[in-house]
């Protein structure tokens, strides 16, 4: 059973390997409310999920470490896992989804573990390591759906309150639910009044469904960019405490997922992974009730694509009014081009691509259309441009 001792003793026994992530102030997230980060991206490997997998394995009997370990992962855990056997001198294996980010498979690989990449998600990355445990006697480390590694995961919720006694809400990343579990434990036990909320990509909604159902389910595909918490089927331990200790668990959009990213690395300089930012998504789109709170956002991890990241802050700035595109209808005469230009200027539009086509098939023959990319500052800037464009009898077309 998952305890409070053994939460205090699994945070004896990071001490050894933990890096400090003391939490940051975050005024703009949302102005209403006193928004706080846990830093969990600043972590050695790059992710909370250290936590567990390295207090698992130390609780591990010589014979099963004999034996060596095997896990399955989007790429955090297997980091985690990773580093605790290479600390502890065992075999490690590893199976991914053969999607999974390079830097992660990678990261995971300099950790000296020995990498299979199975076709798929991370259920079908879990069920090789089943049938690989069973073939070779590995000792199996869970994810998500173990006492010890939940105990791990729950040294987060000691250090929230030793740090910050005083937080009404603790916003957290749901997945399988290991993190969530192990965190609402350990501050439920030590401030019941406390209300701790779970957040979910939409495309990969498991736990919000199991628990709306009643009864742990399966989704038949998942989708988002948060790789990190592209879970079918929550486990049953984590769906049991999320039932019993979390208030809400909600879901974010991948725009507003893409929107978090993007205010974490120009707000506070944080490089955040998906999974990581979907707690900040929730906080800045009010997905739960932080008005007038003292709120933490756990920022789960920091282990993004650098690809990946390029067309992430490509939506964020479009989620966040920061870029617009424009199709204007236009007389192919000479002036009109200088027209648009010159009022661009005057309102402070910066053009990032310009394209200009003289023939289309439902113009008139003498109109063509201009499209223009433009970095803008909010969307009250974008209706300020579009408004004046029309004003001057520019035909703004939606293509």
């Not at 067309?311 to 424009?326: E, M, Y």
Request: overall charge negative; aromatic content about 4%; glycine content about 8%.
């Amino acid at each position: 059973m998952l305890t409070l001792d053994k939460i205090y003793k699994a945070s004896h026994v990071l001490k050894e390997v933990l890096h400090p992530t003391q939490c940051i102030r975050a005024a703009k997230i949302n102005p209403e409310a006193d928004i706080y980060l846990k830093p969990e991206n600043l972590q050695i490997t790059g992710s909370f999920k250290v936590r567990g997998a390295y207090y698992k394995i130390s609780q591990l009997s010589d014979e099963e470490k004999k034996h060596g370990v095997i896990a399955c992962s989007a790429g955090n855990h297997a980091q985690g896992v990773a580093l605790a056997a290479q600390r502890s001198g065992i075999k490690a294996v590893i199976c991914l989804p053969d999607g999974a980010p390079i830097s992660k498979v990678e990261a995971t690989r300099s950790y000296g573990a020995e990498i299979c990449l199975v076709p798929g998600v991370y259920d079908d990355a879990y069920s090789k390591a089943l049938q690989l445990r069973d073939e070779k006697n590995y000792t199996f480390i869970h994810p998500f759906d173990d006492e010890n590694v939940i105990a791990g995961q729950g040294t987060i919720g000691l250090e929230l309150l030793e740090e910050m006694g005083d937080i009404d809400a603790v916003i957290v990343p749901v997945g399988g639910g290991g993190l969530i579990s192990g965190v609402a434990f350990a501050l439920k036990s030590l401030k019941p009044d406390i209300k701790v909320y779970g957040v979910q990509a939409k495309g990969a909604a498991s736990m919000v469904e199991s628990l709306r159902e009643d009864k742990i389910l399966c989704l038949d595909s998942v989708s988002t960019i948060a790789d990190g918490i592209q879970v079918k089927e929550p486990g049953e331990n984590t769906f049991k405490y999320c039932k019993e200790y979390v208030d809400e668990v909600v879901t974010v959009s991948e725009d507003e997922i893409s929107s978090a990213i993007l205010a974490l690395i120009e707000q506070h300089k944080l490089i955040s992974e998906g999974a990581g930012a979907v707690a900040v998504a929730a906080a800045m789109f009010n997905k739960v009730p932080v008005k007038g709170k003292k709120v933490v956002c756990l920022v789960s991890g920091g282990n993004i694509d650098v690809t990946i990241l390029s067309r992430v802050i490509k939506r964020g700035l479009l989620k966040s009014g920061r870029s617009d595109t424009l199709a204007i209808q236009l007389e192919d005469k000479p002036g009109q081009l200088k027209g648009v230009s010159q009022i661009l200027a005057d309102l402070g539009g910066n053009v990032v691509s310009i394209h200009h086509e003289r023939a289309s098939e439902d113009s008139d023959i003498t109109d063509c259309i201009l499209r223009i990319v433009l970095e803008t500052r909010n969307f009250e800037h974008i209706n300020e441009i579009r408004a004046a464009l029309t004003q001057a009898g520019f035909n703004i077309v939606n293509r």
